[in-house]
């Protein structure tokens, strides 16, 4: 099957600073891409989502872009603060009805 | 609204046992999923429902998995004869389907002794 896998298992950052989580899809198919948050007990929360027609994408202090040349997806989140220490996933569907997670990337957010 | 609702939220079972985990998604949402999710691992694909019929299946691990949407609501995840290995946190999400984001519920963590 495909595979999403994501470059760093876990950020450290200082509260306030930006944070970059990047990940990798291994699918030129793929079309359409989804970050997810997860805490701790809890399934995964729903960031933002990007087709692949789009390079960039804002929300709420969360950008996500896509690069489909060399298929990289990143999740930028300004500001950085506590409440948002969690496991980061990207997901991206394949065939238009499954997607593929990656492994995660645990955000540390430091007082 | 409402969100996707699992339960029970916890289940413990002896190895060898028959379970059943139960899914209730989002009033209006065609598409369901069930992952797997080992600790320390992303989710792992097992089944997606369009409707009623299982439009994929192809994540099930073996014949001793099973699931059902008769209505096309509420989803039962059937795991016979259980063994240790299928100890993980199940995953239920649904969706509009196609290109649209899956919305989970907080999952059943399955421990099988």
């Known amino acids: 099957g495909e595979s999403v896998g994501l470059h760093l298992p876990t950020l450290s950052v200082q509260e306030g600073d930006n944070s970059i989580i990047n990940c990798a899809y291994s699918?030129?198919?793929?079309?359409?891409f989804i970050w997810y948050k997860q805490e701790s007990g809890k399934g995964p929360q729903f960031i933002i989502d990007i087709r692949s027609n789009m390079d960039k994408r804002q929300g709420q202090r969360v950008t996500v872009l896509l690069n489909k040349t060399v298929k990289h997806l990143s999740l930028q989140i300004a500001a950085t603060q506590p409440g948002d220490s969690a496991v980061y996933f990207c997901a991206d569907l394949y065939n238009f009805n499954k997607f593929y997670f990656g492994s995660g990337t645990k955000l540390n957010v430091k007082p | 609204g409402a969100g996707v609702s699992q339960t029970p939220s916890n289940k413990v079972t002896e190895k060898g046992k028959y379970v059943e985990l139960r899914c209730d998604p989002i009033?209006?949402?065609?598409?369901l999923y069930w992952y797997r999710q080992s600790l320390g691992q992303g989710p792992e694909f097992l089944i997606y429902?369009?409707?009623?019929?299982?439009?994929?299946d192809s994540g099930l691990p073996n014949d001793r998995f099973f699931a059902v949407r008769p209505e096309g609501s509420v989803s039962t995840l059937k795991i016979q004869r259980t063994e240790r290995g299928d100890s993980a946190v199940y995953l239920c999400a649904s969706s509009l389907g196609g290109r649209s984001p899956l919305h989970f519920g907080n999952g059943t963590r399955l421990t099988v002794t």
């Open positions: 009033s209006g949402h065609t598409a």
């Open positions: 429902f369009q409707g009623t019929g299982a439009a994929d």
């Open positions: 699918n030129s198919a793929s079309d359409y």
